[in-house]
């Protein structure tokens, strides 16, 4: 008797999101709700390619699938037409604007890979590794007109270990997002919401990061210029200098002092350059480079 009638109280859900975290998202909305629509994004030529495609998948197990941007009119009428219970997004790249928040019932829910109200807007997991914090997590919000500044729901927490690269952190948190998607949608049903409203004094937005971003500057402290590799490393573009005049990805280093001849050296001056390794100058240290890529004149 009591699993018929959690079954008859199954949420109807349109979903909108990208990515591998999109589909465990989904492996979730699929198994505990009704999932009557998703919203994939416009095709990416990396889409199924670097990185699984939701649009694909949904499709596959015969769920009614669009792409779109949230300011679509056809995109609208879609999630209008499906009465949904719950909107909920996870890496979809558009703001949803008002109309389509009022749509739901309960609400639109988003998960936000960081520790809100830290890190709000884009690129949150490379740039708390850039800021060499300790912690990462994922964060259930509500929705509203906001960045990232709705009503926290949910948080998992997770470290971030002085060697972890952040391919090691993305490994961390894929499975999280199974997870903390079944807990809200079972907080919900239960009616056991316990809503922490966030606190918006001095909360920085963050940018979205371009991969000339990773451009690094030697004369920076060895340690931010080690968080920066680690945080741009694969499956990101990588951190980048230059080594006449060809582009020189760094994908793995560590952090070396220097003795003290290697002192009044260049900053971006190479000391050694071995088969295995190379190490570089920086204002306070040496960056010993493990694994690296050249490439071609014309590569950007």
Not at 186 to 191: K, R, V
Not at 267 to 286: Q, T
Request: aromatic share 10%; glycine share 6%; charged share 30%.
């Amino acid at each position: 008797m009591g699993n018929n009638s959690r079954e008859e109280k199954r949420l109807n859900v349109v979903f909108l999101g990208n990515h591998d975290v999109g589909i465990k998202v989904i492996e979730a909305l699929h198994k505990f709700t009704n999932l009557v629509g998703v919203v994939a994004h416009p095709l990416n030529n990396e889409e199924g390619v670097v990185y699984s495609s939701v649009y694909e998948y949904t499709k596959k197990l015969g769920i009614d699938t669009i792409r779109g941007k949230s300011s679509d009119e056809t995109v609208f009428e879609f999630i209008y037409n499906k009465d949904p219970d719950l909107i909920w997004v996870t890496d979809y790249k558009y703001l949803l604007p008002e109309k389509l928040i009022n749509i739901p019932r309960i609400g639109c829910v988003n998960l936000h890979p960081s520790l809100l109200p830290k890190y709000r807007g884009r690129a949150p997991i490379n740039w708390a590794i850039i800021n060499g914090e300790e912690k990462i997590g994922i964060t259930a919000h509500f929705i509203d007109e906001g960045v990232d500044s709705g009503d926290i729901i949910r948080q998992i927490e997770v470290n971030i270990n002085e060697d972890d690269y952040v391919g090691d952190i993305l490994i961390k948190l894929y499975p999280l997002y199974f997870e903390i998607t079944k807990d809200v949608i079972s907080d919900i049903l239960e009616n056991n919401l316990n809503l922490i409203k966030q606190k918006h004094i001095q909360t920085k937005i963050y940018p979205r990061r371009k991969p000339e971003d990773g451009l690094i500057d030697w004369n920076k402290p060895s340690r931010d210029i080690y968080n920066l590799i680690r945080a741009v490393s694969k499956p990101y573009p990588g951190a980048f200098s230059y080594l006449n005049h060809q582009k020189i990805v760094i994908w793995k280093a560590k952090v070396e002092p220097f003795c003290l001849e290697e002192k009044y050296l260049t900053n971006g001056e190479i000391v050694d350059f071995k088969e295995n390794y190379l190490r570089v100058k920086c204002s306070d240290g040496i960056i010993k480079i493990l694994d690296w890529e050249i490439l071609s004149d014309n590569s950007k």
